[in-house]
């Protein structure tokens, strides 16, 4: 019986870094959280405070607490499900 418990608990520590691996979940990133920071193009206003904006090659759905125009540039300040949540970006920005 002590030999039983012994070798128990060897083969906890021992499995444990190996078990950690898969338990992980909330710290996959994504390539969307590189756009963060980033500066954008406005294409279009669809709906109160609801945009269609550029990075890079893809257009992507953004909101905004600010009054954007067609061709102004904001910046992506956080990912919210699939749409960026996007700031007016300043002349000395």
């Given at each position: 019986?002590?030999?039983?418990?012994?070798?128990?608990?060897?083969?906890?520590?021992?499995?444990?870094?190996?078990?950690?691996?898969?338990?992980?979940?909330?710290?996959?990133?994504?390539?969307?959280d590189n756009y963060i920071?980033?500066?954008?193009?406005?294409?279009?206003?669809?709906?109160?405070?609801?945009?269609?904006?550029?990075?890079?090659?893809?257009?992507?759905?953004?909101?905004?607490?600010?009054?954007?125009?067609?061709?102004?540039?904001?910046?992506?300040?956080?990912?919210?499900?699939?749409?960026?949540?996007?700031?007016?970006?300043?002349?000395?920005?």
């Amino acid at each position: 019986m002590f030999i039983f418990s012994i070798f128990s608990i060897i083969t906890i520590f021992l499995s444990k870094k190996y078990l950690n691996n898969f338990i992980k979940t909330n710290d996959t990133k994504t390539n969307i959280d590189n756009y963060i920071g980033q500066q954008v193009k406005v294409l279009k206003k669809l709906d109160n405070n609801n945009y269609r904006i550029k990075i890079y090659s893809e257009e992507w759905n953004a909101i905004s607490n600010s009054d954007l125009k067609k061709d102004d540039i904001a910046i992506i300040i956080k990912k919210e499900g699939n749409h960026l949540i996007i700031k007016e970006a300043h002349n000395n920005e």
